[in-house]
């Protein structure tokens, strides 16, 4: 006994003092050989750099490894665990350590996911490989919380992250204005690198599981959780049944502690069961990602995005919490107005209506359908056609913005052009507009709405286009608008389809002035631009314009002519500001960037080069003199003029 006493006071002290220190965090740094000392199950470990937003909180479940390789002869009855076991939250398992003398040290933990409808764990595994010296704890791959200066800030930051995770209900609409995370699970996409992302967009992970097929990389309790990772043999002798064998049997294996103290952490914690959102807890919260899955609308794709930089949607550019404001400031003709308020509140008020049989049987006319066929006609599509640049995206932005709902715009080039691969898509883009409650918006939807004929060796395939888009449109439930220069082609099969038709016509001179003058009024109640202008200058500019161009009207400018004039014009302002000796320097020594109608001036006179440039080409073509352009190929494409 004394013996025994003698070797725990002397030879095991250190040991001893080191577990002491570890557990009043009286330590800094640590050997590799005494790594395994620092972790264990149930212990909050963190991993990222000194970017408070780059930590990810994991709990840990199981350590082994991080030992000297004792039986260096039976190397080829090691096995690595299986790869199912290696499920990582954000790129690919790391690979074990070469070391030949000493195994990693392996830490299996897990953190808390959402997969659209629960909340549950998830696995990852972290290796710190073989090192040499002492090393900061702090600066490990993974360390437990309680080590860093900073414990109560990281766990604060961690913890407000979870509540904004937790408060980001399915179909959230957000704003994101960032770099998106890199995530090479994104099936049509491999986001291997981080992408610069500037768009609204809708959080919906269960769409983003189904979508990009993550299911099984987002199973709950599985991988490392249902199995741990085993220890490795080589880290001790194999028995071999003689008593008289000293080559083995001087080293005690304790895997089986570390599987007890597994165990026991697994049976005293509710962590690792799924939950709700009401069921949450602090501890809970800490555990959830940074990452969460969401498509950004104006690219139409999916992204992992960073649940911190996802923002309201408050700001000055975006539409939906300006509403009133926008409408009022669509330039259109005034009974357009009125219909389309009239539709989007019938629209609105059947959205309210709820489908339980007793209000079914109410007899409320607004949500009669009257089609024979359940479920056909319940949409709301509305065309949009005129020449380009007199409102029709813009009423579209506030049709969206009257009904408080995102614009999921799309274009021919996201559906391709072969039938099946039109079908396939037309039917995403509707289910996720339907599921979001989206106003989807097709822009220049000629191609699928041309009028079927039989003649044409192409007539065939733009056939099956338009006979697809057709019967999906049937039976779409939510608000389509769609858009066009060419309505004098549409299949007469879709004609009866439109609930409304609005014909935009060529800007006069009034309709001009108002966007003249609301672009005016936008610049004087900017905060974010630091110029001077004299508004009467501005006016006299445009007026003088518009008379100018009464001899070819193809110079008078739409709205989006004017609107982009105006951002050249304060580009150019800035440049002459910081550059004095530029090709159009100002007339008068200016303390701050100033917008002249002298630049407006420049950017009209480049844009009548251009025009030049496509009347010359059209003329060549037989183009009458004074003909409008887009009247001519209007004619020559044996389409009806609306210019």
């Known amino acids: 006994l004394q013996c025994l006493l003698e070797f725990l006071d002397v030879d095991m002290k250190p040991i001893f003092d080191l577990q002491a220190a570890i557990a009043d965090t009286a330590c800094n740094e640590l050997e590799f050989s005494h790594l395994w000392h620092l972790f264990k199950p149930g212990d909050l470990v963190v991993i990222g750099d ?3 937003r780059s930590h990810r909180a994991y709990r840990v479940l199981h350590v082994t490894g991080g030992r000297l390789m004792i039986d260096l002869t039976n190397t080829g009855l090691y096995r690595r665990p299986p790869m199912d076991l290696l499920t990582f939250e954000d790129g690919p398992p790391q690979s074990l350590s070469v070391s030949v003398k000493v195994t990693p040290l392996i830490i299996d933990c897990f953190f808390i996911e959402y997969d659209g409808i629960r909340f549950g764990p998830r696995s990852r595994r972290i290796i710190i490989p073989e090192y040499s010296g002492l090393r900061l704890i702090t600066s490990l791959e993974a360390f437990p919380l309680r080590f860093s200066p900073a414990h109560d800030d990281i766990r604060q930051r961690l913890m407000e992250r979870g509540r904004k995770y937790s408060g980001l209900t399915p179909g959230s609409h957000k704003m994101y204005k960032g770099l998106s995370l890199a995530d090479s699970a994104l099936r049509d996409y491999r986001e291997e690198v981080n992408r610069k992302v500037h768009s609204e967009i809708i959080l919906d992970q269960e769409a983003s599981i189904t979508y990009n097929r993550l299911g099984k990389r987002l199973e709950f309790g599985g991988g490392l959780i249902a199995t741990s990772t085993p220890y490795d043999i080589r880290e001790s002798h194999f028995a071999c049944g003689q008593e008289t064998c000293f080559s083995c049997g001087d080293v005690h294996d304790d895997s089986r502690y570390d599987l007890e103290a597994r165990t026991a952490f697994m049976q005293s914690t509710d962590l690792l069961r799924n939950v709700t959102a009401n069921e949450l807890k602090e501890d809970h919260l800490i555990l959830l990602p940074a990452r969460m899955y969401g498509y950004a609308l104006q690219d139409r794709r999916w992204h992992s995005l960073d649940v911190e930089t996802v923002s309201e949607l408050d ?3 975006d539409l939906l919490q300006n509403s009133r404001t926008a409408f009022d400031d ?3 003709p005034r009974e357009h107005k009125s219909l389309i308020r009239a539709l989007i509140g019938n629209q609105t008020k059947k959205s309210r209506e709820s489908f339980s049989s007793s209000q079914r049987s109410s007899g409320h006319r607004g949500n009669v359908s009257m089609d024979l066929v359940r ?14 640049g007199v409102g029709k995206t813009s009423t579209a932005e506030c049709v969206a913005a009257e009904l408080k709902r995102p614009l999921f715009p ?7 052009i072969e039938a099946d691969t039109v079908e396939k898509r037309l039917e995403i883009y509707f289910n996720l507009a339907q599921r979001w409650r989206c106003v989807l918006f097709l822009d220049e939807a000629d191609v699928f709405l041309a009028a079927r004929n039989e003649s044409g060796s192409d007539q065939l395939q733009r056939n099956g286009l338009v006979s697809v888009f057709l019967r999906v449109l049937e039976y779409y439930v939510g608000v389509l608008v769609l858009t066009t220069n060419r309505v004098g082609s549409f299949d007469e099969a879709f004609r009866s389809r439109v609930h409304v038709s609005l014909y935009y ?3 006069d001179e009034e309709a001009t002035t108002k966007i003249w003058e609301m672009n005016i009024r936008r610049i004087e109640d900017a905060t974010d631009l630091d110029l001077d202008f004299e508004p009467d200058d501005i006016r006299r500019f445009y007026r003088d314009h518009w008379r100018r161009a009464e001899r070819k009207r193809s110079r008078h400018w739409n709205g989006r002519q ?3 004039a105006f951002q050249t014009a304060i580009a150019l302002a800035y440049w002459e500001f910081e550059n004095p000796n530029s090709v159009t320097p100002p007339s008068k020594k200016i303390d701050r960037p100033y917008l002249s109608s002298k630049l407006f001036e420049h950017v009209a006179k480049t844009s009548n080069h251009f025009d030049d440039y496509i009347h010359s080409l059209a003329v060549n073509d037989g183009i009458e003199e004074g003909q409008n352009v887009y009247s001519w190929k209007a004619k020559n494409d044996n389409l009806r003029d609306d210019s």
Do not use: E, F, Y
Request: charged share 20%.
């Open 562 to 564: 004017i609107k982009n």
């Open 315 to 317: 700001g000055p550019d």
């Open 375 to 388: 479920g056909k006609g319940r949409g709301l599509i509305i065309l949009l056609h005129g020449v380009p």
């Open 50 to 52: 000194n970017d408070a």
């Open 410 to 416: 799309i274009t021919c080039g996201d559906l391709g």
């Open 505 to 507: 016509p060529r800007l």
């Open 330 to 332: 669509l330039i259109i």
